[in-house]
């Protein structure tokens, strides 16, 4: 079973420019997460994304945003990007929730945004 | 949004010694999960403690959620130079996101 796969895996851009981050979820897995992993700041929640639904965001402004398709791959767009936007970002995918939500999230290796 | 503590945050030792790492909430969650990351690489789920108490073993790896659902320790015995990595706890949150710990970096020397 193929894991959850994201591009690209290296990405440089300058400040004021946009970024699109592309995440594929596992076979049969219809909810994606987005994590930001900066130096020093350890993980934390972007965006969830549930059969094509934005379903909770974190403490990020709006500029990024994202969305699901209907095969429940996603997109992350960072728009005026930042010098502290630097940062690995991981997407995850799980098979859903219980009503304790603790289905266990798969996470791809990340594309690693270095802003110069 | 739940802050999860862990400690230390950094943790060198020789192959074959024990360790502890720990992981530490003033809210109370419905389960915690513990992830392994290896540079370049993203977390690898290793384990979701859900009952207060619960102990749980995974080779040489024992994982222990608290009483009150607001703590759990990672203690690893006759550590391995392929132990190294970042640990990480995660809490669910509100809305299913994770929250995570800052992780402990564990280096394990020959």
């Known amino acids: 079973e193929a894991g959850v796969t994201q591009s690209p895996t290296h990405l440089i851009k300058t400040r004021g420019q946009q970024v699109t981050l592309r995440c594929s979820p596992i076979?049969?897995?219809?909810?994606v997460y987005w994590y930001q992993q900066a130096l020093g700041l350890g993980l934390q929640f972007l965006l969830w994304?549930?059969?094509?639904?934005?379903?909770n965001r974190g403490n990020f402004p709006p500029r990024f945003s994202g969305r699901q398709f209907p095969n429940y791959s996603s997109e992350l767009n960072v728009n005026a990007l930042e010098l502290e936007d630097s940062a690995l970002y991981l997407c995850?995918?799980?098979?859903?929730?219980?009503?304790?939500?603790?289905?266990?999230?798969?996470f791809g290796d990340g594309t690693r945004l270095s802003i110069l | 949004t739940q802050l999860l503590e862990q400690s230390p945050q950094f943790l060198s030792i020789q192959e074959g010694e024990n360790l502890t790492v720990y992981c530490n909430s003033s809210?109370?969650?419905?389960?915690l999960q513990w992830y392994r990351q290896e540079p370049g690489e993203g977390p690898v789920l290793l384990v979701t403690?859900?009952?207060?108490?619960e102990v749980k073993k995974l080779k040489r790896l024992t994982f222990q959620f608290g009483d009150a659902r607001k703590d759990s320790s990672l203690h690893i015995t006759a550590a391995q130079t392929g132990d190294t990595g970042l640990y990480l706890c995660a809490g669910v949150g509100s809305g299913y996101a994770l929250n995570f710990g800052k992780g402990t970096s564990l280096l394990v020397t020959p």
């Open positions: 995850a995918s799980s098979s859903g929730f219980t009503t304790e939500g603790d289905q266990p999230q798969h």
């Open positions: 994304y549930d059969e094509g639904e934005e379903r």
């Open positions: 403690v859900v009952t207060g108490g």
């Open positions: 076979s049969g897995h219809t909810s």
């Open positions: 809210s109370v969650f419905s389960s």
